[in-house]
């Protein structure tokens, strides 16, 4: 099949065979990894550029990287630094950066939906880097891609999603990709950190942690985003962590071979303890590797959409 998508937005709005030819194409590219060259010229003479107006470590950079090993020309604009302090809106941001001959804009945004009004408002391609607590497409793929290469398949799998499920954008994304899949998905976490509603998304809900990595393949663990929870959800750091953190002690009860996902940036001693992270079970920092093939993928498929619609008006 060919990608026909202008711009990634979010998994919700890909099928089941988007996800696949993402996560193939993506393998493809892991193997380009390997050589000691690098790069391939599939973008030579196109301009991405990283529009950032929330903090990034793994996304930012992994983005800049996937694009330079295919070739691109890379531009990194944080919102801090830019024109956007004097006043300027985001679509107007948008259009002067296609002005600029860009040929793909990665957007991260802390509104739900800044994604999807750049990508109406412009005609050059739009990968969602994450926004607000809406979709993190890119980081569910890696997710995914990651699980696949554990087990070899993603239908049938057990995936418990532990934390703060309602600020959580990759909790969602990762729900709509692994649902699409054909794996079960379970949220664990305290009642008020659940969104109302959630179970419409075909999820089981537990709030009892024993219970959610008693039989799951894997767990992907969420950061405590205390900066976005104003009502003060959850009383303290050192409840959380005696209540829901992903301890050894509590991992002894799971599958001997659980593996133990984390989007990062984690907290130490909040929603993990350091020997979790760092053991055999952890594929924390494999995620991170695979986000770069993953990146690859998406900046191709979205680049061959362009390359396909010049042909037909030529
Ligand atoms: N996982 C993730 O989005 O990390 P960053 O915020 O560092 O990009």
Redo the contacts with the bound molecule.
Sequence with gaps: MHWTKKDLLGLEYLSKEEIELILETAASFKEVSRRSIKKVPALRGQTVVNLFYE??????VSFEVAAKRLSADVINISAQESSVRKGETLIDTGRNIQALKADIIVIRHSASGAANILARNVEISVINA?DGWHE?PT?ALLDIFTLKEKFGHIQGLKVSIVGDIAHSR?ARSNIWGLNKLGASVTVCAPKMLIPPGIEEMAVKVTYDIEEALKDADAVNVLRMQFERDEQKAFPSQIDYFKHFGITQERLEKAKKDIIVMH???INRGVEISSEVADSLNSVILEQVTNGIAVRMAVLYLVSQTKERKDEDTD
């Excluded at 903090?55 to 930012?60: F, I, M």
């Design positions: 903090p990034s470590t793994r996304t930012r994450g993190h980081q990759v989007p990062g940036p």
